[in-house]
């Protein structure tokens, strides 16, 4: 059983900050790409930033130069760090994790914390 557990949401003006966390648990061995995804109202969900166990990462254009995202391998986090938030940023904001065993890739997520930028 693998969780994920996100933090670090709130509201926030904007031009703020916030920075999001989530923890991985459970059993495993290794966890290979990690990202966050965001889903705003009436919209699909989206990739924000993905890292990989390599620590490359990629950001969706909406986000670049303000987002940033990173990994601690020691103590199964990612990290997502939001600055100049704008209101269009404003979603429940999710974490997820791949592993691969074998031939069967696996993918979990979190439950989502809430992101608000408003004035």
């Known amino acids: 059983q693998v969780r994920l557990v996100e933090s670090g949401g709130g509201l926030v003006q904007p031009g703020g900050s916030l920075r999001l966390s989530c923890v991985v648990s459970?059993?495993?061995?290794?966890?290979?790409?990690m990202g966050w995804y965001r889903q705003a109202p009436g919209k699909q969900r989206e990739l924000v930033a993905a890292?990989?166990?390599?620590?490359?990462?990629n950001y969706t254009d909406s986000v670049k130069g303000r987002f940033t995202i990173s990994r601690d391998n020691t103590k199964n986090t990612v990290n997502l760090q939001m600055n100049n938030l704008k209101p269009e940023d404003t979603a429940v904001y999710y974490c997820?994790?791949?592993?691969?065993?074998?031939?069967?890739?696996?993918?979990?997520w979190g439950q989502g914390t809430q992101a608000i930028v408003s004035p």
């Open positions: 997820n994790a791949h592993r691969i065993v074998g031939a069967t890739a696996y993918t979990n």
């Open positions: 890292i990989s166990s390599g620590y490359n990462t």
């Open positions: 459970g059993t495993f061995f290794v966890i290979n790409d």
